[in-house]
């Protein structure tokens, strides 16, 4: 039973920066996919950003594309993954999961196909 643990996030400026980090124990596949998603009150999960490391793909929600980074540690045995959250706004103020291997099929940003889940993280952003 492999268990996520998010570190990270907190209350920020508009404009400001944020990162969100994400261990998973026991060690998962290096090649496999991980991600974030956020939840706003009341909505479902979305897809933030996602890592396929066994094809060097990544995936970005267009509404942070060009201001979010997803990245994982190059050693495989650290099993961290990171969401680097930079000019923040408002709007992204959301409670965020990581995500760790899913079932096929699908777009990336299925929440629905998503096999372990981080324990979530409040990001705040105000203006």
């Known amino acids: 039973q492999v268990t996520l643990v998010q570190s990270g996030g907190g209350s920020v400026q508009a404009g400001g920066s944020l990162n969100l980090s994400c261990v998973a124990s026991p060690t998962i596949w290096y090649n496999n996919y991980v991600a974030w998603f956020r939840q706003f009150p009341g909505k479902e999960r979305e897809g933030v950003a996602a890592?396929?490391?066994?094809?060097?793909?990544?995936?970005?929600a267009d509404s942070v594309k060009g201001r979010f980074t997803i990245f994982r540690e190059i050693n495989p045995s650290k099993n961290t993954w990171t969401l680097q959250m930079n000019d923040l706004k408002p709007d992204d103020t959301a409670l965020y999961f990581c995500?760790?291997?899913?079932?096929?099929?699908?777009?990336?940003?299925?929440?629905?196909?998503?096999?372990?889940w981080g324990q979530g993280t409040q990001v705040t952003v105000f203006s």
């Open positions: 995500a760790a291997e899913r079932s096929a099929g699908g777009s990336w940003d299925d929440p629905q196909k998503v096999l372990v």
């Open positions: 890592i396929y490391t066994g094809v060097s793909e990544k995936y970005y």
